[in-house]
């Protein structure tokens, strides 16, 4: 595999499940994004990660819980989510968080809550 | 507040001319990167140009070219001799030299390329 991988591609849950998205890249960068895409909606970032450390959270509820066990891997943790929490998640990485850095997208996970 | 806009929901261009697709963005700041990002039917977002505000010259890759007038706060992207493959939603996003860590990005423009 290369580039950025997510898993799963789609993903259908009720609102009383505990689901886990997958992002991981083969890169060598040391930083991780993710960002919501809602359909008319920019993208918006959720969290950033730097060397593992959480550098950013853009105000997103606690029903959303990011992981980063380590600099390739990054996972969404999803709990009791909302139906309006459908959307397209997509993973980014990068060098580094510098300002000039190409950010490497994944193709995403398409999250439809019920 | 930091916005980027992106006037055109929509576009098509036959294949084969030029299309450009309009972006204008709002920061008080002087130092910064804006990016055009393109994002086919299959999702999976690509990097297709990036312009620092600090030159003037305007980039340019391969049949991509910008429009960077930073008084004007505009940052429009010249797409010749359009292909079938261009065919994808188009965003425009900016990213700040200090402080936050994030791309802020436009509402994006969808491309359809007639053949």
């Known amino acids: 595999e290369t580039g950025v991988t997510q898993t799963p591609r789609h993903l259908v849950m009720g609102m009383t499940n505990k689901k886990s998205l997958k992002c991981e890249q083969h890169?060598?960068?040391?930083?991780m994004y993710w960002y919501k895409q809602s359909a008319k909606k920019p993208l918006e970032l959720m969290f950033v990660?730097?060397?593992?450390?959480?550098?950013e959270n853009n105000s997103v509820p606690s029903r959303f819980s990011p992981e980063c066990p380590n600099s390739s891997h990054l996972f969404l943790h999803l709990h009791t989510l909302q139906p309006e929490d459908s959307a397209l998640y997509l993973c980014?990485?990068?060098?580094?968080?510098?300002?000039?850095?190409?950010?490497?997208f994944g193709p995403g996970t398409r999250l439809t809550v019920l | 507040a930091q916005t980027v806009t992106q006037s055109q929901p929509e576009m098509s261009v036959q294949e084969a001319e030029t299309v450009t697709l309009s972006c204008t963005y709002d920061t008080s700041e002087s130092d910064y990167y804006l990016f055009w990002y393109k994002q086919p039917p299959s999702r999976q977002m690509i990097l297709v140009i990036r312009?620092?505000?600090?030159?003037?010259q305007n980039a340019t890759e391969n049949r991509f070219s910008v429009n960077f007038q930073k008084a004007a706060k505009s940052f429009s992207l010249k797409i010749s001799d359009s292909q079938l493959g261009d065919a994808a939603m188009y965003f425009c996003?900016?990213?700040?030299?200090?402080?936050?860590?994030?791309?802020?990005f436009g509402q994006g423009t969808r491309l359809t390329i007639n053949p």
């Open positions: 990660y730097s060397l593992e450390e959480r550098v």
């Open positions: 312009q620092e505000a600090y030159k003037q």
């Open positions: 890169l060598g960068h040391n930083a």
């Open positions: 996003a900016y990213r700040l030299f200090q402080g936050a860590q994030k791309l802020v």
């Open positions: 980014a990485s990068s060098q580094d968080t510098g300002y000039y850095n190409e950010q490497f």
